[in-house]
């Protein structure tokens, strides 16, 4: 009972941390209309940075934030420098990011070499609370209680602003937002920036629990696809409930059958693609 | 028996009816011109007919076959081609290139991986005559992208008078000619023999006027006035919603 | 002399030096290099027929490649003759390719780039998760090479001279498929879908085919790769490996009989390079593949002509026509 209890608590843990990548991805997704191949290197790259803050001695917090930020600005400098030279060439924009996504790990690599990294949990969250006759890890509570803030924020965002209201046009139609006198390329700046800094941030609070890694980038990026697949391309709600399945079936699967966990993590997305011809992509061929 | 045949044919998009139950009958070797004011729905209800996009409800006979739920592409083996509006060509390949492209789509010799297709001799040849149906066989070998756009029109036609059709769908053959590559795409239509059935859509009316047996209107997705020339022209609803803008 | 006969003649000639090499190239390192080149062209051809000809950008390949590697590597630890384990290793990538196609194919473009990815994905989880089946981390190691025709493949000499035949053999079947009506109906499909369905053709069937074209030559290239070094691991079915072949295809130059060829010994020769002086090679690897992207997307070799040209159009005449030059050619990455 317990076993499955904790089963259950670290994939709830692992489907905040899901949600706060993938929802940058997401939208970035949905708006731009290109899979972000460099998402998993924001998370890692956020995540050494991170680390390396806190080596010297910075609040655990503060250097999520300061890390996030970080890769706010190298995100917006790929977005103006980069990607906006191929705009509306969106293949060329996908294997750009495939290929910083390669520069990227091995920077960190010759940075931060190939020993794993892992960071102690910040100590005000250390330890465990006991309810119910049971220990609950408070840090793994308290990444759930962020991504739910994060979500709740984003939401408010979207639907609430004047800013989310242009999100909105844009994911349903770039050329009617465009129409509507929407500067939808500083929009894909906003955006990408936005998605970047999320999965730093992400990156940070989730190293006590992942650990950081050479290879950890390439293990959070097909998570983001799938989640994006099954919950739709800028549907942060898709992206929330893709987070919480994947969460659980990474948890329950490494638990059950661990040769096979990585497997089925895809199952939901052969799935869909079996069931629904049409995908999330639109149009059949 | 007639060569098409359109019962209740719909189609909406979201909430926006765009064709709403067209009934059209069109006798064999007829010219059929299809008018209308822009966003009429002619281009949708070509769509429907060559199986581009799915009718919602109605039904499409083609020689009393019903081709309703057939797709596209078992169209153009029963005998049905079609010309675009916007045009659709191969830029990279020359003219013959494009014809030939056009034969082999009805022909078991596309899926060969063999073959040598240049050295298609009988298959060069077809393609030859029907560019000089459409007097382009001396722009054979010329790159599709550089020829002018007129001839590019030809080009369409050539496509799709080289797989023989029974039924002939033009999507505004004219638009965007000038006027003597106009005068030279009426002549050669008029003399399109009169076993192939040709449905056309046209806003030139000078030409399509002479060119067409009978004329439908198109209106908000509906057929309102359907005739002869003389006709059409003088009912009144026609005059409201299109002659007499 | 007409034109035509020039080039054959040229290439023939080409081939006849290949062919000789080692006779003339005495170290057998450098013999293994070329014999690398020779089986990354035939990957990178494979993957040219989807990515070049039919339009549709594929980053799962690593995982077909994988697939005949460890099959052909696992049937020959469970003791089969080399024969079985690659009819095995033929018939399991085209099985699993077969897969890949029902499943991608129900998308273009973007889509089909990112369901690839994943299955390719899926690959490298059974590869490197699936311990009891696929020995994990540690790949699993071939004893022997084969000795078809009682030629031992044994020698780098022996084995370059086996991987030229296939090479050849592959490079003719690509000339065929492209000229073939076939390969005209694959070209179809690309640039005018929607037209090629109102002329007859049977749009999903022809890509289909097309995948399965690519994926039995990437099988035999996975083969010749696993032979070569006698060894396969799951990092071989990383995305890495997917990203490399698609560098080679479009490094070369896209929808180009010896563009895919160029590109390997490109990225071959750079990979021996890096890997000699620095340790760096993903970094290199990414970094020319943005400056290729951003810079040439039409591929090195058209892209490095059409600079020539421009610059030597630019000292005739200005910067003008320059302009024009460039507005002229097709970026083809951009499909």
Redesign the interface.
Known sequence: MLFWLLLAVNSITMGGLLFLLSAGFSLIFGLMRIPNLMHGSFFMLGAYLGATFLARGMNFWAAALLSAAAMVVIGGLIERFLLRRLAGQDLAQVLLTLGLSFVVADLCLMVWTGDPIQPPTPPGLAGAFRAFGMFFPIFRLAIVAIAVVVAVALWLMIERTRLGAMIRAGVDDPAIARVMGIKVSQLFTLIFCLGAGLAAFAGVIGAPYLSIYPGLDADMLPLALIIVILGGAGSLAGALLGSFIIGFLYNFGQALFPDLAYVILFLPMLLILVLRPQGLFGRVG | MSALVLEDLCKSFGGLRVTRNVNLVVAPGERRLIIGPNGAGKTTLFNQI???IRSNSGTIRLFGRDITRI???????LGM??T?QII?????DTLI?NV???L????P??????????R?RDLRERALAALARVGLDRLAERALSETSYGERRRVEIA?ALA?EPKVLLLDEPLAGLSLEERREMSTLLAALPRDVTVVMIEHDMDVALEFADRITVLHFGEVIVEGTRAEVVADARTREVYLGA | MPPGAVRALCLGAALAVLAALPWWMANPYYVNIASQILFWAVFALALNVLVGYAGLTSLGHAGLFGMAGYTAGLMLAAGAGHAAAIVAALLATLATTAIFALLALRATGIGFLMITLALGQILWGIAYRWASLTNGDNGVKLADRPAPLGLHLSSPDAFYLATFAVFLLCLASMRLFVRSPFGASVRGTRDQPRRMRTLGYNVWLVRFLAFLFSGFWTGVAGLLFVYYNQFISPQVVALQTSAEVLLMVISGGVGTLFGPVAGAAIVVVMKNVASAYVERWNMVLGIIFVLIIVFMPEGLVPGAARLVRRGYRGLRAGSGPAAAEAAASPGTAGR
């Open positions: 060559t199986g581009d797709p596209a592409r078992q169209r153009a083996h081609a079609r675009f659709t060509l191969f830029p990279r290139r030939m492209l056009a082999l789509g009805l022909s010799l596309r899926w060969n991986p063999f073959a040598d297709l240049d298609r496509m797989q």
